[in-house]
């Protein structure tokens, strides 16, 4: 299969995990790299060993070699620079959250569809080889019933501004409580009858924390929050009339562990070796583009407009609005 050739929009933290995961990939090769400033996007792209940089995302998504472009800009910019790629006939693997609101979602993803490109949402945990194996765990039975989950995803991280900030579309939820509900939306499923939620806040109005109990209409329920003013576990773990199961980090599964009813561990599965986890995205990607598909089969675009629409309820509740919507 022909390398896919990726560029870089957006040169911070998170685009460096994927800039030294994809220099690892035999399959891809690293055209661009583009920043608002030269300088920084040049060192980026001397740093990880992309060809070129751009001092502008206008030209990054203008050069023509680029097929496949990961935006890795704050939340509160993903709408506009999504648009500019696909506008520029570029594919588009756009970082979570996704956008702001579902409204903007359903655009990006119909501009897609139109120009027949792919788009897809770097909700990296639904990529990972260790989802499917939580799903067969959860389907085998082993615990029997299962009644509940918890779920949690909690950072020091409440100093940085794209969290604190509302133009920039802070808050824990699109940060870290989007985890939270996408493991509840994987071993649960969607079919949701009611979400109460709570919340403490940053005085500049978006959640410095918050907590969302997701009741489904065959009464399990799912307690989920997330927050950036403290370390949590990250753990994942359901609660069984059998017995347990306990995810080792919901940000990126490192082991499921099945515990019986006198809470003994009978079964551990482990992780297998990874770059950093972002590389099954990125080969999901290459897949569906070479398939000339819209969207890849493990994101649908169907669950990242139902979680933006569950976020958007969410943020209701709390009264928490970005000054742009």
Known sequence: MEKLKMGILACGGIAGIMADTISHMEQVEMVAAGARDYERAKKFADQYGFKRAYGSYEELVADEEVELIYVASPHSHHYEHIKLCLEHGKHVL?????????????????????????????????YIPMCETLKEVIASGVIGEISTLTANLHYVIDGNERI?????????????????????????????????????MFDTGVDAQSTMIVTYKDGKVAICSGGTGGLSDRQGILYGRQGMIVVENINNFESIKVYNLNRELVKTYEAPPQISGYEYEVEACLKAIRAGKTECDEMPHAETVLMMKRMDGIRESLKIRYPFE
């Open 164 to 200: 604190y900030k509302p133009e920039l579309a802070g808050g824990a939820l699109l940060d870290v409580g989007i985890y939270a509900l996408t493991f509840a939306s994987i071993c649960f499923g969607d079919d949701v009858a009611r979400i109460t939620s709570d919340a403490v």
């Open 94 to 126: 756009c970082e979570k959250a996704f956008t702001v609101n579902a409204k903007q979602a359903e655009e990006v993803l119909k501009l897609a569809k139109e120009k027949n490109l792919l788009l897809t949402e770097a909700m990296w945990v639904r």
